[in-house]
């Protein structure tokens, strides 16, 4: 087990025990929202293009489902372990008791370098992957969706295996391309969430948005979208980075023009009338707000010293470890916690879900419209905890959610 998971696993572990303690659950309750209830580890052997043999290690952590069925995704990378996708699968079942949907929490990995792999490699390898855990998913038992490293094309290829044992269920998985039953507006849904969370956030507390400056940490599919709509809500985004650098301009960047050269070159650095600098010095800017949107773990004690922004918005899972969040909270700076902030993704997939078991289409702008529900919705809860209680964001929210994932476990019968 690596330095990131283990920071990751004791964070998101210390955040619900303090959760529990704080609303006066014993150690057992604890432990029974923490624990899982099932997980599935998987050996895949695959025949690469040039004959050679590889096994891959894949997962699945179905976490809790007394709110509905698993609900999860599932990532391809290189980090991929047990303890990881055990601790995604948490803060999922977390997420979507916030957010009160009709869903139960999961997730799932299998551990690779996509860059490695060929399309028909890749193609594969997911078909296998179905082949393998086909009786552990369906739609009314778990429902994988897009994470890091896969996409509309993994879920159209995994919808496609099941319905050749099952027949056709669009619902079997999220995250679908459009003509494979997915959901208009599912694409940007996580981004598009954090920039309405930060909406809702500015609403509460009179923060004027046109007065604020933006710095992003990771430009895919979360990164790209916080930074269109916060840009066209009147925020200044000041600075981006992805895996090969970062560029920054105090003036603000044109969004457009860095999305169009990061489509085309696949990075963000070399946009006209932009600095080039660093993914460490994205994090360190002075800032309004700091959206943390790669992979976990990017805040912790080795760097937190260096945070200059006012607010944090978790648009990753665990970005920020517990020691981190603690150093960061004395010093005033308020964090928007993953669960609310990066939520928008699987209150889209829920929408896909509902449309594939009625088989029906919903146009683009009820779909948005749901999305500002239930985020507002979602918002307004979590503050006002916050402000009643007097604690922070990330600890109102692990309250809301720990209460309505107690209540369920409890009225199902354990």
């Not at 604020?212 to 840009?231: E, H, K, S, W």
Request: charged fraction near 20%.
């Amino acid at each position: 087990m690596d330095n990131t998971t283990l920071i990751n696993e004791a964070t998101h572990e210390r955040f619900l025990q303090l959760a529990c303690d704080q609303l006066g659950y014993n150690t057992a309750v604890y432990e029974l929202l923490l624990t899982p209830s099932r997980e599935i580890r998987l050996q895949i052997p695959l025949t690469k293009d040039d004959g050679s043999i590889v096994i891959f290690n894949a997962y699945r952590v179905q976490h809790h489902n007394a709110r509905g069925p698993y609900k999860g995704g599932l990532r391809y990378h290189a980090t991929v372990d047990i303890e990881d996708v055990r601790t995604l699968a948490c803060l999922m079942s977390l997420k979507t008791a916030l957010l009160e949907l009709p869903l139960g929490g999961a997730k799932g990995g299998i551990n690779c370098n996509v860059d490695s792999l060929s399309a028909s490699e890749l193609e594969r390898l997911t078909r296998r992957f179905v082949e393998k855990i086909h009786r552990n998913i369906g739609p009314t038992q778990d429902i994988p969706a897009p994470d890091v490293g896969t996409n509309e094309q993994i879920m159209a290829w995994i919808q496609d295996q099941y319905t050749k044992i099952y027949g056709y269920n669009p619902a079997v998985v999220t995250g679908k391309p459009l003509v494979t039953g997915g959901s208009r507006g599912r694409r940007e849904a996580t981004g598009l969430g954090v920039s309405m969370v930060i909406q809702a956030y500015a609403k509460r507390y009179s923060i004027d948005l046109r007065n604020c400056t933006v710095a992003i940490q990771g430009f895919g599919n979360v990164g790209r979208y916080a930074a269109f709509y916060l840009d066209a809500a009147g925020a200044k985004i000041i600075a981006v980075s992805d895996s090969q650098g970062g560029i920054i301009n105090h003036d603000g960047l044109d969004i457009k023009s860095v999305i169009h050269h990061k489509d085309k070159v696949g990075t963000v650095v070399g946009v006209d009338n932009a600095d080039i600098t660093d993914n460490a010095s994205v994090l360190a800017l002075t800032c309004d707000f700091l959206i943390p949107a790669a992979l976990g773990n990017a805040i912790t004690a080795n760097n937190v010293n260096a945070i200059s922004a006012k607010c944090v918005v978790e648009g990753a899972n665990s970005p920020v470890s517990w020691t981190a969040n603690d150093i960061l909270t004395q010093r005033g700076v308020q964090i928007i916690p993953d669960i609310l902030a990066s939520a928008g993704g699987v209150t889209v997939s829920y929408f896909e879900w509902v449309q594939n078991l009625q088989f029906v289409n919903w146009p683009l702008q009820q779909v948005r419209d749901g999305l500002r529900e239930k985020l507002d919705q979602a918002c307004e809860q979590v503050f006002s905890v916050a402000d009643e209680k007097k604690v922070v964001f990330r600890n109102a929210a692990y309250q809301i959610a720990s209460e309505r994932l107690k209540e369920a476990l409890f009225a199902a019968g354990i």
